[in-house]
C-alpha cells in the first residue's frame, strides 16, 4: 500500500513556503516535517534527495508560471498573439511570491545547477524548429524585452519609475500585436527606417 499523494503534495506546499519565506538553505527534514506534518520517513517515501525535491519545487513553480500565463491570455485574438501577449503579462505582472520563490531558489541553483533540470527540458525544443525570419526575430525580442522586466524587478536594478514600467509593459504588447499581423518583408522595411 502506497502513501497518498495527499502526503507529496502537503511536502512541496510546505518546502515552497519554507524557500519563499527563508531560502532553500532552510529546508531541513526536521523543519520539512514540523511545517508540513509529514514524517521523515514520508518525507524521503517522495524525495530521496533535497537536489530531488528541490527539482519537484522548479516542476510546481514551472506549472504556476503556466498557470499565470493562462490567467493572462487575452481572448479575441488569434492563438500565436494571444499566446505573446500571455507570455509578456505573464514576465511583467509583479508577483512577490514569485520573486521570492525565485530569490529563495538562487543558492540551491547556484550550488547544483542540475536542479534547474526540470525547467531545461520543459524549454527543450523550443527554438529547434524556430526559423531566424525578421518577424520571429522581432517577435523574440518582445519576449526577451518581457524576461527583462522580470529580472529587473527581481533586483531592483535598475530601479524603474513605475509611470516608465507601465509604458515600456504597454509598448511591448503593442508592438506584439502589430508586429504579430506584419510580414517579414514589412519588418524588414521597419528595420531600414531605424
Known amino acids: 500500500m502506497g502513501r497518498k499523494p495527499v502526503a507529496r503534495q502537503k511536502v512541496l506546499d510546505a518546502a515552497r513556503h519554507i524557500v519563499i519565506e527563508r531560502g532553500a538553505g ?6 520539512l516535517s514540523q511545517a508540513s506534518g ?11 534527495t533535497k537536489a530531488e525535491l528541490l527539482s519537484a519545487l522548479i516542476t510546481e513553480d514551472l506549472r504556476h508560471w503556466q498557470r499565470i500565463e493562462s490567467d493572462n491570455r487575452p481572448t479575441g485574438l488569434p492563438d500565436d498573439i494571444a499566446d505573446l501577449i500571455a507570455y509578456l503579462r505573464m514576465h511583467t505582472t509583479k508577483d512577490t511570491d514569485r520573486q521570492s520563490f525565485v530569490a ?3 543558492s540551491a541553483v547556484a ?3 542540475s536542479v ?4 531545461r527540458q520543459f524549454h527543450s525544443g523550443a527554438y529547434d524548429d524556430m526559423e531566424c ?3 520571429m526575430l522581432h517577435l523574440q525580442l518582445l519576449r526577451m ?10 533586483f531592483d536594478c535598475p530601479q524603474l519609475p513605475s509611470e516608465l514600467r507601465g509604458q515600456l509593459c504597454e509598448l511591448l ?3 506584439a500585436m502589430h508586429w504579430s499581423r506584419c510580414d517579414d518583408a514589412a519588418l524588414a522595411d521597419d528595420e531600414e527606417m531605424t
Open 116 to 119: 534547474l533540470e526540470p525547467a
Open 111 to 113: 550550488h547544483d545547477p
Open 38 to 48: 509529514v514524517t521523515r520517513g514520508g518525507i524521503t517515501y517522495h524525495f530521496a
Open 133 to 135: 525570419s525578421q518577424k
Open 173 to 175: 504588447e503593442h508592438k
Open 145 to 154: 524585452a518581457a524576461f527583462g522586466i522580470f529580472w529587473a524587478d527581481f
Open 104 to 106: 529563495g531558489m538562487m
Open 26 to 31: 532552510a529546508l531541513t527534514y526536521d523543519s
